[in-house]
C-alpha cells in the first residue's frame, strides 16, 4: 500500500458506476431469454454448483477488499480521486479484483436461473466496463499516484 498524498482531490471524471453496467447486462439477458428461451447446457447440479460459487464469491472476498480500503483510509468509489493506492488483499493478483467479483456475481446469476443469455450480454458490458471506467480510473491512478501506481501496473495483471 502506497503512503498517502495530498492534492488531486475531487472527482475523478468517472461517471458510471460499475454495477450499474452490469444490472442492464442481466436485464437484457432476462428480455432475451423470454423471447428466445435457452437454456445452459450443463448437468442441474454442476450448473448449480458452479453458479453458487460464482455468486457467493463476491460476499467472501468483498470483507477484506473493504478492510484493505479502510485501512489506506481511502472510498471505492471510482467517481471519487482515491486518497491512497490500494496494492494488498486481492489487490495483490488483480488491479481490478472488486470488477471480477462484480462480473462473477452476474454468470453464477446466469447459471443460477439457467440463462445462458447473460453469457453473451456481458460481452459488451465488460467491454463498456473497460472503456467507461477500468481505462480512466487507470489515468486518474497514474496520474494521482505516478511511479507507485506504475509499479504496481508493472507487478499485477489488469484482471486475473
Known amino acids: 500500500m502506497s503512503e498517502q498524498h495530498d492534492g488531486n482531490e475531487g472527482h475523478s471524471g468517472i461517471r458510471v458506476i460499475p454495477p450499474f453496467i452490469l444490472v442492464p447486462a442481466l436485464l437484457i439477458a432476462l428480455v432475451l431469454d423470454w423471447i428466445w428461451p435457452s437454456r445452459v447446457g450443463l448437468p442441474d447440479a454442476l450448473r448449480w454448483l458452479i453458479g453458487f460459487c460464482l455468486l457467493v464469491s463476491p460476499f467472501l472476498f468483498l470483507p ?13 468509489d471510482v467517481r471519487q480521486v ?15 479484483p472488486i470488477y471480477v467479483l462484480l462480473i462473477a456475481f452476474t454468470a453464477g446469476v446466469g447459471l443460477i436461473i439457467n440463462n445462458p ?17 477500468v481505462l480512466p480510473e487507470e489515468a486518474v491512478l497514474e496520474n494521482r499516484f505516478g511511479q507507485d501506481y506504475l509499479d504496481y501496473k508493472r507487478r499485477v495483471r489488469r484482471w486475473i
Open 64 to 76: 477484506s477488499i473493504v478492510a484493505a480500503f479502510r485501512r489506506a483510509q481511502t472510498g471505492f
Open 117 to 133: 443469455w447473460i453469457f453473451l450480454t456481458l460481452v459488451p458490458a465488460i467491454a463498456f466496463l473497460h472503456v467507461a471506467v
Open 82 to 96: 482515491p486518497q491512497s493506492l490500494v496494492t494488498e488483499g486481492l489487490y495483490r493478483y488483480s488491479r481490478n
